[in-house]
């Protein structure tokens, strides 16, 4: 069954309207009704006096001590009679109903107090999150406190296409939903809270059907991340047993929070690649490797920079158009990033320009790393999978200047030095600013015999 068919009775709107319902009209102190009161007392003395006088009159008229005892006797029964139906009783149902509405404000009171120290524990614990897999633990410990039954969370890939269980009730195995994509479960696509009481009901979600623990009930919360229902809070129990407001409430604030703080952090790492990297290559940009190289000397790592520059690369976008050259720049980056190390830094330094970090290297084991790199490019150049181009290419070590952006600049002028030398080239920095020529980079033989790159300036 849908959430609204389980929904608590709502709570009344404020505490002026709580007293003014009419088990409490007895208790109105105003004048009009003190008024009212009084005629229904006196009303209900007289009608008690003639009902006293007519059975005086008829069993006790006599003038003896007994029969004025038994008059007066008879007048205080019917009017202790007339007293509490006009006035003791409905003053004690309006008691025993206001102890009622106290006693369920004070529920209501403790239930929000209670859900105000859960929201508050929620958001100090996923402030601290620094990543989904952060936030997910903190959901898993959640969903122990909030439901005492199997629970799980399950949100989508970055594909949004298909839903995985990320978290799990603390001590609890999961239900092990089977809904394989977002909008394959009713409560992501209708973006709202859904209760189901039992799996067997033609009602129920298709789910929960045929389960290998048998029929059971369960809540299925939604969770949104920036605006979009991305996966879901879902727990079972046995059937009948629906999760009380309480709890379902709790998993509520629990959905909110998680959403919300993944979506901070989702937010906030794209934020920081777009800050990081290059929008067209995705390598580092030359600020973040600044960064990274700054790392390096507080950790006092020893390493090698490589300066590449694609040869005739102005001559390329000239002849072939701009989507051309970025497509070279693209296939180049690709395979720069899988010619290299894990442990390498690979940026696009500018334009056709690219600087390769190669940490713990000398320039001797960098060489051979860049001729991997320009064996590579040869290979997927006679494939047909990038544009006709080489690459020159200059080396220096960290050991040639004290400061990064000196050790760039002499990479830098040996790259120029490779270029005038006739490209398609390393050459390896020295200290004294000359380049020491490591030699062309290798030729590539085809079918018609050897190949050799083009060396026409540009």
Same mark, same amino acid.
């Given at each position: ?69 038994? $008059? ?290 000398? !320039? ?50 040996? !790259?120029? !030095?490779?270029?005038?030398?006739? $490209? ?35």
């Amino acid at each position: 069954m849908d959430s609204d068919e389980n929904a608590a009775p709502p709570v009344p709107a404020g505490e002026p309207d709580r007293w003014k319902r009419d088990e409490f009209r007895v208790l109105d102190d105003s004048f009009a009704n003190m008024l009212i009161q009084m005629l229904l007392a006196m009303a209900g003395m007289f009608v008690a006096f003639v009902i006293a006088d007519w059975v005086n009159t008829r069993w006790f008229s006599g003038d003896g001590a007994t029969a004025y005892l038994a $008059r007066g006797l008879t007048f205080c029964l019917f009017g202790s009679l007339s007293i509490y139906v006009t006035s003791a009783r409905p003053i004690r149902q309006a008691l025993l109903a206001e102890a009622d509405a106290i006693t369920a404000h004070e529920a209501t009171l403790q239930a929000q107090a209670e859900r105000h120290r859960l929201v508050g524990r929620l958001q100090s614990a996923f402030d601290m999150a620094e990543s989904d897999h952060d936030a997910f633990v903190v959901v898993g410990e959640a969903l122990a406190t909030v439901a005492d039954v199997p629970a799980e969370m399950l949100l989508a890939d970055s594909s949004r296409a298909h839903l995985r269980r990320v978290a799990v009730a603390s001590g609890h195995g999961g239900p092990s939903c089977g809904v394989e994509t977002p909008w394959g479960c009713p409560a992501v696509r209708k973006s709202r809270t859904l209760a189901f009481g039992d799996s067997r009901e033609l009602d129920a979600c298709p789910r929960l059907k045929d389960r290998p623990g048998g029929p059971c009930s369960a809540l299925c919360v939604p969770v949104t991340v920036l605006g979009t229902p991305m996966g879901v809070l879902h727990l079972t129990g046995t059937v009948g047993d629906a999760p009380d407001g309480h709890t379902r409430d709790g998993l509520e604030a629990l959905a909110e929070h998680a959403g919300s703080r993944i979506g901070i952090l989702r937010a906030m790492a794209a934020s920081e690649l777009q800050a990081t990297t290059d929008p067209l290559t995705g390598l580092l940009n030359r600020r973040s490797l600044e960064a990274e190289l700054s790392r390096l000397r507080d950790r006092e790592t020893s390493y090698a920079i490589a300066f590449l520059d694609l040869d005739h690369f102005k001559d390329l976008n000239d002849t072939y158009g701009h989507e051309t050259g970025d497509r070279a720049l693209r296939a180049f980056a690709r395979l720069l990033r899988q010619s290299v190390r894990d442990t390498d830094l690979v940026c696009r330094y500018g334009g056709e320009e690219f600087v390769v970090v190669f940490p713990g290297s000398t !320039m001797e084991e960098t060489e051979a790393l860049i001729g991997r790199v320009s064996r590579s490019l040869a290979e997927a150049v006679l494939g047909g999978d990038v544009p006709s181009f080489t690459i020159s290419v200059g080396i220096a070590e960290a050991t040639l200047a004290s400061d990064a952006a000196e050790v760039i600049r002499s990479a830098d002028e040996a !790259m120029f !030095m490779a270029k005038e030398a006739g $490209r398609n080239r390393i050459v390896l920095a020295e200290a004294a600013g000359a380049g020491s020529d490591g030699g062309d980079l290798p030729e590539v033989v085809t079918a018609d015999g050897v190949w050799a790159f083009p060396t026409a300036a540009g």
